[in-house]
């Protein structure tokens, strides 16, 4: 053997063993530990940040469902002892005023009770046996035994100056507060301090009746250059009288002219003892109370022709001792010598009620009741809060919309004794001061008295509504506005965008991954699938652009035209897809591929254009000639609308009947049949089963009918441009993409032995995608709608764009929404950070973090049971 030979041979004796070498390189080890260590501590990452956005989550919508607390209680004697007629305090929590039924008053340090300022206001030599006041508490009027009414003004002036004028000899009286010649200081942050000094003021004296004055409410309004003044007064023969007053400011010359009128309301029944009287600020309304438990509600909006609208009787056997209104004067609150205290609302009466002015008084809520009879009710001057007194002592506060009773209190000062209650402007204490002197003042912290689990998630009676419902309201142009935080609507709205969403584009998306995957040529999947993915790219916020300054109105135009497409498009493809059969099968060889795929395309744009030009026609046959009247019930029967509904059921039932019936013997019929005979029996086939398919739709919808069944006013109701189905269009637009890249990997990954052997035994390849390729891929596709559906749920700028915006419960296609998401983007800007607002919102991103969370989890599930049913396949 040659050397050369013997150089080969050991080159590849050298180049053998080198090939059997199988150890595995350290470098290779190395980047393999490395990744693997990489992406262990990348998925740990990936939960720690999901735990970690719910655990901020969480943590800022907790406060909602905490309790307040008390921060303090101070007990004192305000020297000397008076009868006490008003009270009032500043929103600062740190002065209060006191006016005796002589006119005396006192102003106080609220935690001390160290006297601030004493005077009196001029009642002549008379007394005080009544009074009332604006909620403000500002001002006030005084009723007399000689019948007159004395008006005047109790308000606090307010200066913020630097520290440096703190008086040197200001007396301290706590840590943050100091008193100087009748006034009061207190320190501020930043440097500052706030000087307040007690204003009072006379007003004029107006002779209301020859006899006592037993009751009285007052109120003012109108504007700076137009003030009104308005007061009710009962006297003691039970004559109620309504005085008006009005005032015109000249600019120029600053003259004021005043016109003031009176009407006698109409007589109470003889021997009814009055306890209390209030009035609205428009004095339209005036309410009565009575002993024997009756309100007399008055209609005054004729100021010169008044009448008594409604008589109802409370508190059977009862007296009622309390009564005024919360803010905003909708909710009238009344409290009973049974402990009972309850809210009314003015409501519009049916026609059997036998009131008046077609309003009625209703009992909205039942709070929880006092031991013994309710003494005083202190309403809030910015919320739905209001204090109420007992007899025994019992101090409640309360939340008048979330039911709720917030903290309770017992005083001893107000056990057998007449008390004077003032619940603090700002919600945040109680002042009660009792007539021989003894005060009670307690602080306290209640950030979110009007969220509860109840209003969050439950229907909630509120003012102004006929009937507990579910509302998102929160915020308004008006200060006596009540938030409403029921997040139910938001739920229902996100519910509702995914669903018509997904009613839109699950059945393209699938469809269409079938047929890409299994039937079109290669070509045209290597060109649509690209193009899909490239869908996927398209902004949201560009999408919901076009839907709403676009698309809404396009279809609101064509409406008609759009119902149309939805009936027009799958009919002329089935028929479409018959006619192809009738095709000689070289023609469908060589038109296969991208031929055929624009034969589509152009058989859909024909179609599009054919309901276009068809609309005007459908409309006038099936909904009067305007379908937005139609929807509005003005015109035209429900029951072409039911036959439409219907066909779908009334086909596939037609099919079933047929399919149990003559199926086998068809299906042998055709078998034996030339491909274009077999192609035309098909065809009739399908074109008897749809006529009988018109028919039973059509009888079916008459019966309905005439059973009083009508869509109108559920699925289908007033049109609103901004809509669902617009929403449905541009979001199962941007969905389609995610759902069929998706779907269609999975189809394509079925293994081809599978296809194979299916169209072996003689399977078309329809029944083959059917009951081969489908099944095995099912965990996938399942798995690509749930990030379709996932996708769905939380888009946002789509729906704040072109769905409305407007939180209501109704499954209403032509009607706007607004979804979880959306309100967070819309409103997370403008809330005040910690507010009730700003963490209801937060609890609303916890809530769609859950639903997400919960439609997964189901999800995995469920693709877990189709991934195990496809391995034994």
Partial sequence: MSEANLLQRARATALLERRRDRSTRPSVLLADRFARWLITIGGLLVILAVVGIMVFLISVALPLAKSGETLSHSQYQVKPPKVTRWLN????????????????????????????????LDFGEQVAISVGGVVERDQVAFGFADGSVLFAVVDFQVDVLPDTALPSAAKALNGTDWVLDERLYSKLPGEQIRRLTLKTEIGERVQASEAPIIALDYRVGGTAERPTRSFVSVDAEGIARLSRSESKINILTKKVTTRTRTSTLPSLPAGTHVTAVAMTTHADAVYVASS??????????????????????????????????????????????NGAVDVFFLLPAPADAGTTDGNHLVRARRHAPHGAAVTNISVSQRSKALVTTAANGEVWLRHSTSDQVLERYQSQAAVGDAVAVQLMPRVDGVLLLNDSGGADFWRFHHPHPEVTLGTVFGKVWYEGYVEPSFTWQSSSGTDVFEPKFSLIPLMFGTLKATVYSMLFAVPIALLGAIYTSEFVHRSVRSTVKPMMEMMEALPTVVLGFIGALILAPLVETWIAAVVLSF??????????????????????LRLDGLAKFGFMVATIVLLLWFAYLLGPGFQALFFAGDFKAWLNRDLGSATPFVFLLLMPLSYLAITWVFQRGVG?????????????????????????????????????????????????????????????????????????????????DALSAVPDHLRAASLATGATPWQTAKWVILPTALSGVFAAVMIGMGRAVGETMIVVMAAGNTPILDWNIFNGLRTLSANIAVELPEAVQDSSLYRML???????????????????????RFRKRAFQL
């Fill in 89 to 120: 305090a500043d929103e600062y929590r740190t002065l209060g005023v006191r006016i005796s039924a002589e006119g005396a008053y006192s102003s106080f340090h609220l935690d001390t009770g160290q006297l601030i300022a004493s005077s009196k």
């Fill in 842 to 864: 937060f609890l609303a991103a916890l809530t769609l973090f859950v639903m997400t969370f919960a439609i997964n989890t189901l999800a995995e599930v469920i693709r877990q």
């Fill in 292 to 337: 024997e438990g009756e309100i007399y509600r008055y209609d005054t909006r004729h100021f010169n022709a008044p009448t008594l609208a409604e008589t109802l009787r409370v508190f059977p056997g009862e007296t009622i001792t309390s009564m005024g209104f919360l803010i905003g004067e909708q909710a009238l609150v009344v409290g009973g010598s």
């Fill in 567 to 588: 009936i027009v498009l799958p009919l002329g493809l089935v028929l479409a897809a018959y006619l192809w059969q009738l095709l000689p099968v070289g023609w469908t």
């Fill in 664 to 744: 086998p013997r068809y299906r042998d019929l055709s078998r034996n049949l030339p491909r274009q005979r077999a192609a035309v029996l098909a065809l009739g086939r399908w074109l008897a089963l749809f006529a009988g398919a018109l028919l039973l739709a059509y009888l079916g919808a008459r019966l309905l009918t005439l059973l009083g069944f009508d869509p109108r006013g559920s699925l289908v109701d007033t049109y609103v441009q901004r809509n669902a189905l617009v929403v449905g269009f541009v979001m199962g637009f941007a969905v389609i993409p995610n759902i069929f890249t998706l779907a269609e």
